[in-house]
């Protein structure tokens, strides 16, 4: 998996909380709403072509209208992610890396209960 850019997480980020498969239009309406951005299609849609080229994205094309499949979860990315940091922040030890983020910002009793769960999933 290759790393993505911040404006490309962004991007990512429109689709995986899009209910639906969208069209580049609508992504570039979501990008531009929800990071205050003023990007037209033309720059979206650089974007766009970069993520379907890292094997993010899947392009189709009904008509006139593009669309795209997500091809790697938000999960997954996120795990990616997380491991990249416990591996240059936290010399690959993801205990630290959890309690540097404990120590950032208060961690809920359902958080908690998250965190033990996987930790009891883990120990089996």
Not at 23 to 43: C, F, H, Q
């Amino acid at each position: 998996m290759q790393k993505l850019t911040a404006k490309e997480v962004q991007i990512m980020k429109c689709l995986w909380d899009a209910d639906e498969k969208i069209a580049s239009s609508e992504i570039t309406r979501r990008t531009n709403e929800k990071y205050g951005y003023d990007w037209k299609l033309t720059t979206v849609s650089t974007f766009l072509n970069r993520l379907v080229n890292k094997g993010f994205l899947k392009l189709e094309r009904n008509g006139k209208v593009y669309t795209y499949d997500i091809l790697i979860s938000e999960e997954e990315y996120l795990q990616y992610e997380m491991a990249c940091m416990a591996d240059f922040w936290a010399g690959g030890r993801s205990g630290k890396l959890i309690a540097a983020l404990g120590r950032s910002k208060k961690i809920s009793s359902q958080d908690r209960k998250e965190i033990e769960a996987l930790l009891d999933e883990l120990d089996e």
